[in-house]
């Protein structure tokens, strides 16, 4: 069954290939990485919210295949293939029952990369984070180890050196014939019964070394994770570093040890070229400063918990459900289900927790990495956010549904297997409708550009796109810059004009500061920047934006969307 779901899940991605240009995100990668590829440092000579460790990710790509539409897709086909890979592997760690192997996987047959196809920077740290969770799992049961082993708390019983062995080993998974319940890893429960040996004995340096080569591979990919997504790598060291409580104390001070060497040795290759190069200040403000003050600023990023349920409760809608009934229930569904998705993982680790489902260390870490997800989400409690934010919170969900089968109530554990059973049937069921749609050629509208080709399934945004590209490379003579406001900095990238300033987007009222603004508008005018474009502006300006354009620039063309501008001969430069 895993196996079944997982290659829907590919397919489902395949068919998403190049669907739907995301002119914001997207954008924002392609431009970043393709001004990397021409020699540019980010911070020193273009700004960006967030770490490069992703768009260092695309520019490999850039520099082997080209600056393309089919280089960015094609690094996000692959990112979804890994993403499906390190979800089965962390599902077989910590479950046993193929229906909870694939019910893990099933969340990413609608909602993994294919809805957001692309190698965005939130895919690439889940990536890097559910890397880590096996990793560093196998660190802390190797530090538990010898540290039991110097204490002299050795198995001797046959029993109990298989209970061992599968701390030891980090298997997630004993037989019950051997002292525990069917897909239960060992746990405090077992331990009185184990024979301690009266003798201490010397842990093997082979064992400490490995222990801490697991603890630094960890610290690395945590390090990765927060130079990706800086709030959600920042929580998941940050939770990891506390789950580190749950070793013996004599375990700890390796484990740190361990940890701060992958992570340091991470920043010594990103952070401090890039603190060289453009300034530690400037890193630090714009990393960190910037995010928390300004982030919000944007209209888009202003979704509370509230507007997030709003946003579900928008699928339920009864015309959809007239036209497409089947497809509309399992998308409505679907997505109630993702935003209840922290509540039903919460409760699933307090019932590990109770009932000592997971060894200590175990429990603690998947813990970490689950509130770090959702922490990521909160500032933003979308669905798409959620999304995001769901791989490690299903795999505790699925836990808890595993455990809840062997429970002696029989109508619970029916319950579970049924819940588990209705809710594989509904992801699976719309990727499959999902796949169908996006198989019928005449429902797609295509969009043509310099840089390749999309396809979409509304008219109005293949229109809207193919417009301003089209106007673009009419009027535009090639080797010129195009600057670009608002937040659709793929246009750039699709027309392959590089842009002249330092921001690959402009968000004026609240994300972009007053100072960024006159920065840009600066170099606009002392660089004599012909060219630029963004959405359309009212007639009458009010912003200081719109009466900057509107004093040194002159509309040439335009579409329901987006306006072309051209600069006004006799604008001026700034003093």
């Keep these: 069954m895993p196996l079944i779901v997982f290659l829907l899940a590919v397919l489902f991605s395949i068919f998403h290939f190049d669907l739907k240009p995301v002119v914001g995100d997207e954008g924002v990668l392609a431009m970043d990485a393709w001004r990397i590829t021409q020699g540019q440092v980010p911070q020193r000579d273009f700004f960006e919210v967030i770490p490069p460790v992703a768009a260092y990710a695309q520019t490999a790509l850039f520099s082997l295949l080209g600056p393309s539409v089919l280089s960015l897709r094609l690094l996000g086909a692959l990112y979804g293939i890994v993403l499906l890979i390190l979800s089965w592997v962390v599902a077989r760690r910590y479950l046993k029952k193929p229906l909870y192997v694939a019910l893990v996987l099933a969340l990413l047959v609608p909602f993994g990369v294919g809805v957001w196809p692309f190698a965005s920077h939130h895919w690439l740290a889940d990536i890097l984070l559910l890397a880590a969770l096996p990793v560093l799992d196998a660190a802390f049961g190797a530090f538990s180890t010898t540290e039991a082993q110097r204490l002299g708390k050795v198995p001797t019983s046959g029993k109990t050196k298989k209970i061992a062995s599968c701390i030891d080993q980090a298997t997630g998974a004993c037989d019950p014939a051997d002292g525990g319940r069917e897909g239960q890893t060992p746990t405090n429960e077992a ?15 082979s064992s400490r070394l490995r222990g801490w080569l697991l603890a630094a591979l960890g610290g690395a990919l945590l390090g990765l994770a927060a130079l990706t997504l800086q709030d959600q790598g920042g929580y998941a060291i940050i939770g990891v570093l506390i789950a580190a409580l749950a070793l013996p104390k004599g375990a700890r001070p390796r484990m740190l040890a361990g940890l701060f ?13 890039l603190g060289i190069k453009a300034g530690p200040m400037v890193l630090f403000k714009e990393w960190l ?22 946003q579900i409760l928008s699928q339920w809608d009864p015309e959809a459900f007239r036209v497409a009934p089947v497809y509309a229930t399992t998308i409505a569904l679907a997505s109630m289900f993702v935003y209840l998705l922290p509540f039903l993982c919460l409760f699933a680790l307090v019932l590990a927790w109770r009932r000592k489902w997971l060894p200590p260390f175990s429990l603690a870490l998947l813990a970490a990495l689950s509130a770090a997800f959702l922490l990521a989400a909160w500032h933003r409690w979308s669905l798409m956010n959620l999304i995001w934010a769901a791989p490690i919170p299903m795999v505790a969900f699925a836990i808890g549904m595993e455990r809840v089968t062997a429970s002696p109530k029989k109508a619970l554990a029916l319950f579970s297997k049924g819940f588990a059973l209705a809710l594989l049937t509904c992801f699976v069921l719309f990727g499959v409708l999902r796949i169908k749609a996006a198989s019928e050629k005449r429902r797609l509208h295509d969009v043509a550009t310099p840089a390749g080709s999309y396809q979409t399934f509304s008219p109005v945004e293949a229109s809207e796109i193919q417009g301003i590209v089209d106007a673009i490379s009419d009027n535009v003579p090639k080797s010129d810059p195009l600057f670009c406001y608002g937040f659709d900095p793929l246009i750039n990238f699709l027309t392959q004009h590089p842009n002249p300033t330092r921001y690959n987007y402009i968000l004026p009222g609240g994300f972009t500061s007053a100072d960024q603004m006159a920065q840009w508008e600066a170099m606009l005018l002392n660089n004599d920047v012909q060219w630029g474009f963004g959405p359309n502006l009212p007639s009458e300006p009010s912003e200081p934006l719109e009466k900057f354009l509107r004093a040194n620039y002159d509309p040439v063309w335009n579409n329901s969307a987006y306006t072309l501008w051209k600069r006004r001969s006799q604008a001026g430069k700034l003093p």
């Design 261 to 273: 060497t992958g992570i340091g040795a991470v920043a010594l290759m990103v952070v401090l070229p």
């Design 289 to 310: 400063l910037f995010p928390l003050e300004h982030y919000h600023g944007a209209g888009g990023n202003k979704v509370t918990f509230l507007s997030g349920f709003t």
């Design 191 to 205: 331990l009185p019964a184990m024979a301690l040996s009266p003798n201490k004995q010397c842990p093997s340096v």
